[in-house]
């Protein structure tokens, strides 16, 4: 990191470390998040949700509720009319229709939590007093919660499909079966990763309210994707698109799961449409675990093929994903990714792999920073490490043999089918060997391989390394509106979401240097519908690449207006004006500040089309030193090295890489959303989920390099939110074989509480 | 019931029911939002406030059990223009991302650091280690703390 003090000069701020201009309201308490809005009136919303995981619905009883104190309204399926509305796809395919999740629970339920009915009350705990009122009479089916029980089709969560199947994704690129004819040597296991959810610190929550007169809905708590939210609701509501406006407030951490549209989205505006009332809801953080977007529960059966100097020849096998009771929006980004992302940074010659999307009566599935992609790659670099033992080639060696070089781009990776709009797909640029390099180095690598498997102070010390790939830059498009405001100032309205990653400041960087004004002149305002026409928002790890390019191209098209305005006031050509540092100047020394134009009212719209993601890669080193006597491991150092094609602020850029690492230990080692036979989810509380804490994981560092900038976008940089987290699972569980080798524990299952670790080092002493 | 209690050296009179939390009437009754609420059940620390000198969670207690106590926000840690050193150490180590742990970050630190000025890191991250934070990794927090320090340091006992 290289700190700047003192002023900035002209096109210094991308690359710099620069303070985040967010942060002094977040500091002062003066952030605006969704339940620090209220409106005079306003009805608070509870939802009552099944506590029965599968089952028919005889009746729901709501008479009790409705005589409770405060009590307005009480919303059941039965107050729709016509068909209940399910929420449409993100990225359809031909399968999955059926399996879409309708608003409310009328005929039958599917998972514990799923909404049954809505109270509208006078105040929040009003409104939770009454959930006690509802009586629902629910008859129990058989209840699936394994995934390939599920696929034996027993008890169907949908009969109309006559399947628990959703969807199937087939990877495939080159000759398979010829590689693993060829051979020398094959390496197969079966790993899982468990369910897990994103966590957002602020729990969900929306204010809708309905403007009868003008027959306009909005819907504040926005977040991630407003304006596809707003589309998809406006459908829903059966209103025109311009009559809904989407609000982004301040938004407590996203991480995939928050903004995504849920069925509570629809039921809050509708509540509010039907009494025409404002109507709030926040999410309690029991509720949240039960009812945001779960991610992560996959498992594989998977085998690499090798020749005998450990170039990988081909990969082949099954995936198998719990999605949930329903196919949510985002509901399969998850599983085509892990089938198509898995080989990672690898040169892959033959890949056949089959991920299969089956439903089970636990909540609905969405994404999870680096969704699939931390599964698979921990699937890929368990192999790797077993293959290097099997062949008896070094784990660096196997490793650096493989990685993509710089000659091989841009490098397909293995096409998806059905498509989603993004079947093909190839790295973009870099040298994979470079960063592997750097932090095989910045490890001490050489040093600390002496340590490996050694017994000191009572704990067995274990390293290993692995690499990833991200994936960024989510096309199809951003815009960008630039507006001159009459102090000359500059008002910048971004189809970008902010969802607490900093997207002021980036966005107002890019735009000081390319205006060539200081950063304090400008003024992002992002995310709402009501503030340009239309936007995308910030998902994949695409607000930077694709906002910020959009800045750009706002900036040069503001920037052709000043001229023009310049020119006229000074009476010549504009091909006679050079512009710099927010000043047109002439050779004969006259000049015009860009706050002289103001009055010409300057405005323009910049966007960025791009449908080619960016592809971040690294290396990641893990030293972990494990207690046999009580499983419990710890993560002694952490090394992160990755290329991000150019670094916009290298603060920001750090905070998200060692951000998303911690969260990748609390993947490793803590998170589990474990549910019982029958369905119930038995994680109720932050006391139960555990994330990682200050005094769990004290040492990560990381080193970002901009060797290879992306042919993408006029940036050159490549979405970076998300790598953090994908290489954790692997490196850390290869860490972990590496301390128990002399035991022969090959872990396969995550996580790795200190119970599993240590029944794993006694069922290994058992067998000796 | 009413509750008469001091608020960032303020006298307030809050006319509450019984089950009324202490956050809920900092937020709902006082507006006071600069507290967060994560959980209720206790556990992440969102909503720290300090108590008479002592780091609670202010989800955990009921506001009729503040009558008489001198309750400190976020609010009021923050100067009237400005940042606190503890705050300007925040910006200046990116302490924060999303901005909603941190509140109660500053809180907890801020009771710590005023009681323990000296406090080591292992200290800073022991106590810290009851708010969670789902963004930074809590690294660049616990640096934040220990380079806000000094001015507590200098600074002993003239806060709150």
């Known amino acids: 990191m290289k700190p700047h003090h003192g002023a900035h000069t002209s096109n210094s701020y991308i690359g710099a470390h620069i303070e985040r201009v967010e942060d002094y309201r977040f500091l002062r308490g003066e952030g605006k998040y969704l339940d620090d809005i209220s409106r005079e009136g306003q009805w608070h919303a509870a939802f009552a949700r099944s506590q029965i995981a599968h089952g028919k619905i005889r009746s729901i009883d709501v008479s009790k509720a409705l005589a409770m104190p405060g009590v307005r309204a009480v919303i059941t399926a039965a107050d729709i009319e016509g068909d209940i509305p399910t929420i449409p796809f993100r990225r359809p395919n031909p399968t999955i229709g059926p399996y879409a999740q309708p608003i409310i629970a009328r005929d039958k339920v599917r998972y514990f939590g799923e909404p049954i009915a809505m109270i509208l009350a006078d105040s929040p705990e009003l409104a939770e007093d009454a959930l006690q009122g509802v009586v629902a009479d629910i008859e129990q089916l058989p209840v699936m919660i394994d995934c390939k029980r599920a696929m034996e089709d027993k008890s169907l969560l949908f009969d109309v499909t006559g399947s628990n199947l959703a969807s199937i994704f087939n990877a495939d690129k080159g000759d398979v079966d010829a590689a693993f004819a060829s051979a020398d040597f094959i390496i197969r296991d079966q790993l899982s990763t468990q369910r897990q959810t994103a966590l957002p610190m602020e729990t969900r929550g929306l204010l809708a309210e309905w403007d009868a007169k003008n027959g306009k809905l909005t819907v504040s708590g926005a977040a991630k994707l407003p304006f596809f939210n707003r589309t998809t609701m406006a459908a829903m509501m059966n209103l025109p698109e311009t009559a809904v406006d989407y609000i982004e407030l301040d938004v407590g951490g996203g991480f995939g799961a928050r903004g995504e549209f849920y069925p509570e989205d629809f039921l809050v505006a509708f509540g509010a449409r039907k009494f025409d009332r404002p109507v709030k809801w926040i999410e309690d953080r029991r509720e949240h675990l039960m009812a945001i977007g779960h991610s992560r529960e996959a498992s594989c059966d998977v085998e690499l093929a090798f020749s005998k100097d450990g170039v990988m020849l081909g990969m082949r096998g099954d995936l198998f994903i719990n999605i949930g009771a329903y196919v949510r929006p985002n509901g399969m980004t998850p599983v085509r990714n892990a089938a198509q992302f898995m080989s990672g940074p690898y040169r892959m010659p033959a890949i056949h792999i089959a991920a299969y999307a089956c439903v089970t009566n636990k909540t609905p599935a969405g994404t999870y920073r680096g969704p699939g992609r931390y599964e698979g790659n921990f699937f890929i670099e368990r192999l790797i490490d077993q293959a290097a033992a099997g062949l008896g080639v070094d784990r660096l060696e196997i490793r650096r043999r493989n990685l993509l070089t710089h000659e091989e781009m841009p490098y397909p990776l293995a096409t998806v089918l059905p498509s989603d709009g993004r079947a093909d797909t190839q790295c973009d640029s870099g040298d994979y060997r470079v960063c592997f390099d750097a932090c095989v180095q910045e490890a001490n690598w050489a040093e600390k391989s002496k340590l490996q498997g050694k017994l000191i102070d009572g704990r067995y010390h274990g390293i290993a390394i692995g690499c990833f790939i991200e994936g960024g830059a989510s096309g199809p498009q951003e815009n960008a509106r630039m507006v001159l405001e009459k102090n000359g100032d500059i008002s910048l309205f971004a189809g970008s979401s902010g969802i607490g990653q900093g997207i002021e400041t980036i966005l107002a960087q890019i735009a000081a240097d390319y205006l060539e004004i200081p950063m304090e002149r400008i003024t992002v305002f992002h995310g709402s519908t009501n503030l340009l026409k239309k936007g995308w928002g910030s998902y994949g790890s695409r607000a930077t690449v694709m906002g910020g390019s959009a800045v750009i191209d706002a900036c040069k098209k503001l920037l052709a207006l000043f001229r023009i305005s310049a020119a006229k006031r000074l009476g010549v050509e504009p091909e006679a004006i050079t512009i710099a540092e927010g000043v047109a100047r002439l050779a004969d020394g006259r000049s015009v500040p860009l706050a002289e134009v103001a009055s010409d009212h300057l405005e323009v719209d910049g966007s960025f089309k791009n449908q080619t993601p960016t592809y971040t890669y690294g290396s990641a080193f893990a030293h972990v030193a494990v207690d046999p006597g009580t499983g419990h491991v710890d993560v002694v150092d952490y090394v992160v090295v990755d290329d991000v094609g150019r670094i916009i602020n290298s603060m920001t850029l750090h905070g998200q890489v060692m951000g998303a690492a911690v969260q990748g230990f609390g993947s490793v080692f803590s998170e589990e959303l474990i549910y019982n036979e029958e369905g119930q989810l038995l994680v109720g509380s932050l006391a139960d989920y555990l994330i990682p804490t200050a005094s769990d994981y004290p040492v990560v560092r990381c080193v970002s390099m901009e060797q290879f900038p992306s042919p993408t976008n006029p940036l050159g940089a490549k979405g970076a939110g998300e790598g953090g987290i994908i290489p954790v699972g692997g490196v850390v569980t290869n860490a972990v074989a590496n301390a128990l080798s002399s035991f022969g524990v090959q872990p396969k299952t995550l996580p790795l509480t200190p119970s599993r670790v240590w029944e794993m080092i006694e069922d290994a002493r058992v067998r000796a | ?160």
Do not use: W
């Open chain 2, 1 to 160: 019931m009413t509750v008469r209690f001091e608020v960032n050296g303020k006298a307030v009179s809050v006319d509450v029911s019984a089950r009324t939390t202490l956050a809920d009437c900092l937020r709902h009754e006082l507006h006071l939002t600069g507290t967060h609420v994560g959980c209720e059940h206790g556990v992440c620390g969102a909503c720290t406030i300090i108590v008479n000198g002592d780091a609670v969670r202010s989800c955990l207690m009921l506001a009729v059990q503040a009558n008489g106590a001198k309750v400190t926000t976020v609010e009021g840690l923050s100067p009237e223009e400005g940042l606190s050193p503890l705050q300007t150490a925040f910006k200046t180590h990116h302490a924060l991302q999303c901005g909603f742990c941190t509140p109660g970050m500053l809180t907890t630190i801020h009771a710590l650091l005023s009681e323990e000025p000296n406090a080591d890191e292992d200290r800073i991250r022991d106590v810290i280690s009851g708010n969670l934070c789902r963004c930074t990794g809590y690294i660049t927090i616990v640096e934040a703390a220990m380079d806000a320090r000094a001015s507590y340091q200098h600074s002993r006992g003239d806060k709150e």
